[in-house]
């Protein structure tokens, strides 16, 4: 299969022949990758690293207008034969990312096992744990699953509470300073902080139970979810930061079940160089996410066009 380069001159050579070169390369791998698995394929792409900026931030992480898209390009598949999900996205809301899943699963009966070419982090490695199995590489990366409450980590919050409390107690001098510090925050922020948390660990550890560790012994399947999700919620030990990259080695030290690339050489191949078409598709367009299926039916949301000089 074509590396990066190789895949950038078929679309440059495509282009003499082709109005839509992009569009075409990237769906005649697709359609290879779902020949190789003998199973469906959705592609949830986002171009987040491409198109950066706050302007984009709501259209490219993941939110309730994907489900229209997963809608249309579900449409047609024969769902029995399971679906193959391959994610690339920096996360989103954790309410939308709930209902997705609930609708996958529902569609599928839970046969859908999920890639990761590069990142999936947040909102996006809570989908990757709801599946049988995370395919991973060498340098494909999840993340925290830690809640972010208008961009404030929730367990950061909770932990400056408790710092002002202990504080205080030991220093009651200490209470002007602290009052600037906690007067940022409003009322019920706490309590939603909490909430959010409680239910990130809900949603994640229900599906690798009744997902990723079916069939293993009830009291074993909750234990190792625990586990995990005991380790990817938790902010002030072991992941310090939100957007910290877990790999391949060490998602498989704390008990996720990893399939990794690198056991099938044709299948990695693959699964790279339709990496390489959606990254090449964002860096050579307006396009900033696209979910797309093996049928080459996709849903695309572009990027706003800029403004003509002169004008705001």
């Not at 698995?37 to 987040?48: E, H, K, L, P, V």
């Not at 995370?134 to 404030?152: L, R, Y």
């Not at 200490?174 to 660990?201: D, F, M």
Request: charged share 20%; hydrophobic share 40%.
């Amino acid at each position: 299969m074509p590396h990066w380069g190789q895949v950038l001159t078929e679309i440059q050579t495509t282009q003499a022949t082709d109005p839509s070169p992009l569009d075409s390369v990237r769906r005649k791998y697709i359609a290879k990758l779902a020949e190789k698995r003998g199973r469906n394929i959705i592609a949830y792409y986002s171009g987040w690293l491409q198109k950066p900026g706050a302007q984009h931030a709501h259209q490219s992480s993941i939110n309730d207008d994907d489900m229209n898209a997963f809608m249309a390009v579900m449409h047609g598949l024969d769902r029995k034969k399971g679906l193959d999900l391959l994610l690339h996205t920096p996360g989103g809301g954790m309410a939308a990312t709930e209902s997705l899943i609930n609708y996958l699963h529902k569609m599928f009966n839970g046969d859908i096992e999920a890639f990761v070419p590069q990142i999936a982090m947040s909102a996006g490695t809570m989908i990757a744990c709801s599946c049988k199995k995370i395919h991973m590489g060498k340098q494909s990366s999840i993340g925290p699953i830690d809640p972010q409450i208008n961009g404030v980590p929730a367990h950061g919050v909770i932990k400056e509470f408790e710092d002002a409390l202990q504080w205080i107690k030991s220093d009651p001098a200490a209470i002007s300073l602290w009052q600037v510090i906690i007067g940022k925050y409003h009322p019920t922020l706490l309590g939603e902080c909490r909430n959010a948390i409680k239910l990130a660990n809900e949603i994640v550890r229900d599906r690798l139970k009744n997902v990723m560790f079916f069939g293993m012994p009830k009291s074993k399947a909750a234990s190792k979810a625990k586990r995990i999700v005991n380790y990817l919620n938790e902010h002030n030990k072991s992941n310090k930061v939100h957007d910290r990259h877990i790999d391949m080695d060490k998602a498989i030290r704390f008990g996720l079940k990893i399939e990794p690339l690198e056991n099938d050489n044709e299948l990695q191949d693959l699964v790279l160089t339709v990496h390489h078409c959606y990254i090449h598709t964002f860096s050579n367009s307006r396009c900033l996410k696209i979910t797309e299926n093996q049928c080459g039916v996709a849903l695309m949301g572009q990027a706003p066009s800029p403004p003509a000089p002169g004008r705001i």
